[in-house]
């Protein structure tokens, strides 16, 4: 099929990659502009720009697709279908219509449970005990459209938001090679009107961990909330992330320091199993110990 892929981070490459692998034709990329990022704050493309054009695609990145000019340049294309994944930009009704077979969505949920930014973060946070994909024919609300296909995965007590997020993307895109093979045949499969949540982005106001909170709601947040933009407490007037951890049966004053970085929670406890100083790489805990002090509690 000649095909539109829209897609912007890292979640969305092996998404590419696998279009080109199955032998659509990928006639074009959209992607986020180039932005300014490092030290030297030069502008560098996402890394879906960067992929496609080591595959030799031309690539767009235009700041939004709201004129008549983008839109026109959109339609010009004359594509089969679009398949979007984590692109960035909100696809007006011209371009939704513009490909014959639609605009497909790679959500990563079991919609309609955590529409929006976030799914991956909301589900581990939550406790969800399984996430997953859904192909989803693009409408014009909020990840409201008909699912064509989902596959479901369960979240283990180990995962983080890293993860399950390089799970996801592979089965992303092994789903959506699947939809496109079957497209025909497929029948959409309206959303529930039950069941319903909203992912929100993630606020920096909820990274600050709460000792208070029983073990088992602060290891979802850690685990939710690592790689980025992680989960934090202070230690000696020094901001620690955390990025992995596990519940334990200890119990303690909240905030206590139980031995090694076990810290006693509102119930349970914590046993931080990765952690970063400022100013450091990310650490296994064995490492993070050496010439590291605790008080005898943290707030």
């Not at 369960?154 to 895109?173: C, F, P, Q, S, W």
Request: net charge neutral; glycine share 8%.
């Amino acid at each position: 099929m000649k095909v539109i892929f829209m897609g912007t981070p890292d979640f969305s490459v092996p998404v590419l990659e696998a279009l080109v692998t199955a032998g659509h034709e990928v006639i074009c990329v959209y992607s986020q502009p180039p932005r300014p990022a490092g030290r030297g704050k030069r502008e560098r493309p996402s890394p879906v720009h960067t992929k496609a054009e080591a595959l030799g695609l031309p690539v767009r990145h235009p700041q939004s697709l709201k004129s008549a000019e983008e839109q026109a340049a959109f339609a010009a294309l004359n594509a089969d279908v679009a398949v979007v994944v984590a692109y960035g930009l909100i696809l007006p009704q011209a371009v939704l219509d513009a490909p014959t077979q639609g605009c497909l969505n790679i959500h990563a949920s079991l919609l309609p449970r955590w529409r929006g930014a976030a799914p991956i973060h909301r589900a581990i946070m939550a406790g969800d005990a399984k996430t997953g994909v859904c192909i989803m024919q693009m409408e014009a609300g909020l990840d409201t459209g008909p699912v064509l296909l989902r596959r479901e995965t369960e979240i283990a007590a180990d995962d983080t938001t890293g993860t399950l997020h390089d799970r996801l993307a592979v089965m992303g895109a092994e789903a959506i090679v699947e939809a496109l093979d079957r497209l025909d045949t497929l029948v959409p499969e309206p959303q529930s009107e039950t069941g319903v949540t909203y992912a929100e982005k993630i606020d920096k106001s909820e990274a600050r961990v709460d000792w208070s909170k029983p073990a088992e709601e602060v290891d979802r947040l850690i685990r939710g909330l690592s790689p980025s933009p992680g989960a934090w407490t202070s230690i000696n007037r020094e901001r620690i992330k955390l990025l992995g951890s596990r519940v334990t049966s200890d119990e303690g004053l909240h905030g206590a320091v139980l031995g090694g970085f076990r810290i006693a929670c509102g119930t349970g406890a914590v046993q931080i199993t990765r952690a970063q100083r400022e100013g450091k790489k990310p650490m296994d805990i064995k490492d993070f110990l050496r010439g590291f002090f605790f008080p005898k509690r943290i707030s």
